[in-house]
């Protein structure tokens, strides 16, 4: 395993497919960064020469990735959502926010923005509550 900028990059591995497993990192952005340090698409990570190593690692280090990706997105998504824009308010809610369908799948939409605390719905465990006997207090009417 190849430790680079904070992430361990698979050695078995081309170096196109390697590169992707560092976050801001694509198939597109990968293949770019190989033809621009002019290594071949199926050369795999173990066999890199130390030079092309550094190039590698002084190319992505010009570029905005991992750790500082995700705090500009974060930066992005708190200024929407302080601004009242639609798209913040989505975002806040952990609604989909590019316009999906929301009348069947909102739930799964809610997962994977993970505000979704698991199991029933709240209204479910409000309404059981609500008419259970131990929360009235006596006997069911």
Known sequence: MLYLLGVNLPDQKTVP?????????????????????????RCR?????????????????????????????????????QM????????????????????TNRRTAKKLNRTWVGGQSGFCTRYRQLRSPSASGGTRR
């Open 45 to 81: 990570l173990k066999d890199l020469p130390e030079e092309k190593v550094t190039r590698l690692s002084q190319l992505l280090n010009t570029m905005t990735i991992d750790a500082e990706l995700r705090r500009e997105k974060r930066t992005r998504i708190a200024g929407m959502i």
């Open 17 to 41: 497919i390697a590169l992707t497993h560092i976050y801001g990192v694509g198939p597109t952005t990968a293949s770019q960064i190989c033809h621009k340090l002019a290594i071949h698409p």
């Open 84 to 103: 009242g824009s639609y798209r913040g308010d989505r975002h806040q809610r952990g609604y989909p926010v590019n316009g999906q369908r929301t009348h």
